[in-house]
């Protein structure tokens, strides 16, 4: 998997327009022989959109891939997939999911994601909470050891953030949210983590210096925020 080098595939910017209009995809990868430069002159362009959870299901119908391809000029097939299948199908031998990440090329979406879908397999992908915390690592490029003790540090510093996920939340998004707001990665990931295996969490505020647009933002996102006083 690599991504696309600027101005690689000129030909697909109309179509590129169209697939982000219609799908808001997280990424779109070009795969197939188009990908692996095998191509002959009239091969067909291969594209895996991958979506959103929250996506509607209708998005996967090819009523809406026949609607996005027709009157671009290109000879094109649209495979969208949601983001937790994408995920779930990598370990799977002869997956469009692996296939994408053998010889896929990244269109659009964040650099994060390949390095995210890269390294989740074998023993790192146990479940799906595993994956979005590998995904959010990635992201920020911060592997580092958790240390309690600082944790409990800045708790008893106070005030407390709680955080209720609700499904569909984009934690990816979230812990970059968290990040810019002055919160240490290894504290958003042990808070990112509980909220998704229980459905709430507490995060010390210990930094933070406008706590009400933190808060707007994760709403944004799916996660909201509430400030509780120190227990």
Known sequence: MRRASENEFPELNRLLERIRDTYDPLAVFLIGSRARG???????????????????????????????????????????????????????????AQETRRDGVLLHGDPAFIDASEIVQGDLAQTETDRLMIQIYREHAEIGDYDPAEDERLAAEGPWLHLTYRTGANQVRAARILKDH??????????????????????????????????????????????LDVE
């Open 182 to 227: 002055g919160i240490p990665l290894k504290f958003a990931h042990i808070a990112l983590t509980e909220m998704i295996d229980t459905g709430s969490a507490k995060l010390a505020d210990s930094g933070i210096q406008d706590s009400e647009k933190l808060m707007q933002e994760l709403e944004e996102v799916g996660i909201f925020a509430e400030r």
């Open 38 to 96: 095998e191509a002959a002159e009239t091969s067909d362009w291969d594209f895996h959109v991958i979506l959103p959870d929250t996506a509607n299901e209708e998005l996967l119908s090819l009523e809406f891939a026949w609607t996005t391809v027709k009157g671009t000029g290109i000879n094109a097939d649209i495979m969208p997939t949601f983001l937790r299948d994408f995920l779930g199908d990598l370990d799977v031998v002869n997956t469009l």
